[in-house]
């Protein structure tokens, strides 16, 4: 049987003028995730999104399970394509909804009709399909207030579309739309968790790792290139930049106060972000930083790492509990990844007592008391060498 997916636009659908450019970037969104899977031409009607298959071979079950992961609509569902007439489409009703009717006590139909010219109008198609469909399950019992499936119906003007009801889609609004950030990307629980959030509210996000061989592993990276591949079908595809953090960690340990590396190690990953930031059109960065967390995401810790840049830092897991990140981050598969135990930069140079309380003064006064900017001009400079892009 014919099949097509339709896609209900969330927050797109309350927009003024520049509706259709949002849709537009869903579009596109969408074509480039289904492309793989094969042909599908896509249409657009009273905020909702057909996509349609033009291959017979396509796998709908991962089309499907694509479509649901891209930001921009609240609810999506696969629905039957049939002829305009009853026969067909009670045929087709039985067919595609018989397995749901089985193991279901009540049931309604609810039509809809936008082809005026159809013979039927929508009262009359529900008592119609309703009578046939009571017929060939007699177990079942109408309820029209709470029933257990709802056989939909809508007429639209080249065929008929039967289906059994929404599920929850992605949310959010199309990537791209929001301009572009650059993530802090860990290979903790919370800054993937951090950047799946931003992309829902449309930025185009690219990802930071901060690497310190021989001290962090070749594993320890290929871990985070994984939690990156994991929050692509979401975030889309991810240049990703890997920077040699090394002789900046040892340069740090050998001339800074021991209880400052953590926040000021903190403070010069911003400064590289940034400076990639500003030579690659990015307007932001993103850290999965929750306050109160560690010692390096107090309050004090945090006032002194934004003195480090001048770009707008989202944090948008600031305000929630772990176990609110761990949720999401189960949600969205990343969780197992980022529990497996391979090392960071940061825990590898971590103090045994951090500072939970610098001031921005004895802070400043400790990073200038080297001359970092040769290492960081030098670091800025080989990770620009070697982006790779994740996902796809
Ligand atoms: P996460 O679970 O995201 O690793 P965390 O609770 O372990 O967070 P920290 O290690 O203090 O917290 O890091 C705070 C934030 O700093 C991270 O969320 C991430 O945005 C950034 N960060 C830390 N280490 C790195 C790194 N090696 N590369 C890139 N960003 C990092
Ligand atoms: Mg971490």
Redesign the pocket.
């Known amino acids: 049987m014919k099949e097509i997916i339709l896609l209900k636009e969330g927050e797109i659908a309350l927009k003024g003028l520049n509706k259709r450019q949002f849709e537009e970037a869903f579009i596109k969104n969408l074509r480039h995730r289904l492309k793989p899977l094969g042909k599908f031409e896509y249409t657009r009607a009273q905020s909702l999104i057909y996509c349609i298959p033009r291959d017979d071979d396509i796998d709908m079950d991962e089309a499907v399970s694509r479509a649901e992961k891209v930001f921009g609509a609240v609810a999506i569902c696969r629905a039957a394509v049939t002829e305009k007439n009853m026969d067909s489409i009670s045929a087709a009703a039985i067919e595609y909804c018989g397995e749901e009717l089985e193991y279901a006590r009540t049931f309604k139909v609810c039509a809809k009709r936008s082809d005026k010219g159809f013979p039927l109008n929508s009262p009359q198609i529900c008592m119609e399909l309703g009578g046939i469909l009571s017929e060939k399950f007699p177990h079942l019992t109408v309820d029209v207030k709470n029933p257990q499936v709802t056989v939909n119906v809508e007429i639209r003007d080249t065929a008929a579309y039967i289906h059994t009801g929404n599920r929850p889609a992605a949310g959010g609004i199309p990537v791209g739309t929001s301009g572009k950030a650059m993530l802090?990307?860990?290979?903790?629980?919370?800054?993937p968790v951090?950047g799946y959030m931003m992309a829902k509210r449309g930025i185009d996000i690219s990802a930071?790792?901060?690497v310190s061989p021989p001290y962090t592993s070749e594993r320890a990276l290929m871990k985070v290139e994984q939690l990156c591949e994991k929050i692509s079908p979401y975030c889309g595809d991810t240049a990703f930049y890997c920077v040699p953090f090394t002789e900046i960690q040892e340069a740090l340990r050998g001339n800074c106060p021991e209880e400052l590396f953590t926040i000021l190690m903190?403070r010069i990953?911003m400064e590289i972000a940034q400076r990639i930031c500003e030579a690659n059109g990015i307007s932001a960065l993103i850290?999965?930083?929750s306050v109160g967390?560690?010692a390096?995401?107090t309050m004090g810790a945090i006032v002194c790492t934004d003195a480090a840049c001048c770009m707008p830092v989202f944090r948008p897991v600031i305000g929630m509990d772990k176990t609110e990140i761990v949720e999401i981050a189960r949600k969205i598969d990343t969780f197992d990844i980022s529990i497996q135990p391979y090392e960071?930069?940061?825990t590898v140079f971590t103090p045994k007592h951090p500072k939970t309380k610098p001031s921005l003064a004895e802070v400043e006064a400790a990073q200038n008391s080297f001359d970092f900017e040769p290492l960081i001009s030098k670091a800025v400079e080989e990770t620009v060498k070697k982006v790779i892009k994740v996902g796809g």
């Open positions: 802090l990307l860990s290979g903790g629980i919370d800054s951090a930071i790792h901060y903190r990953m850290t999965g930083e967390q560690v390096s995401q960071d930069c940061c």
